[in-house]
């Protein structure tokens, strides 16, 4: 199944309501890895900015889920 730019806007805004920044890159991340596959055209820049998700939380290096957002999408 390709999904569309329309697709990826409609999850982009979904994610980008997510209050917590750290959980919303991690979440954002996870649709990285999996859309990436539904479409050659697929801008991870640009999605990762539609849902407000370009950096995690300063000073959470030693957070574990960042060690699973690294793996899922390095």
Not at 10 to 23: E, H, K, P, R
Request: proline share 5%; charged share 20%; aromatic share 6%.
């Amino acid at each position: 199944m390709t999904l569309t730019r329309q697709h990826f806007q409609l999850i982009a805004n979904v994610v980008s309501q997510v209050a917590d920044q750290t959980q919303r890159h991690i979440l954002a991340m996870n649709f990285v890895s999996e859309l990436q596959k539904t479409n050659p055209g697929f801008r991870t820049d640009l999605f990762l900015k539609a849902c407000n998700a370009t950096q995690p939380a300063a000073g959470r290096d030693d957070d574990p889920s960042r060690a699973k957002e690294n793996f899922i999408a390095p």
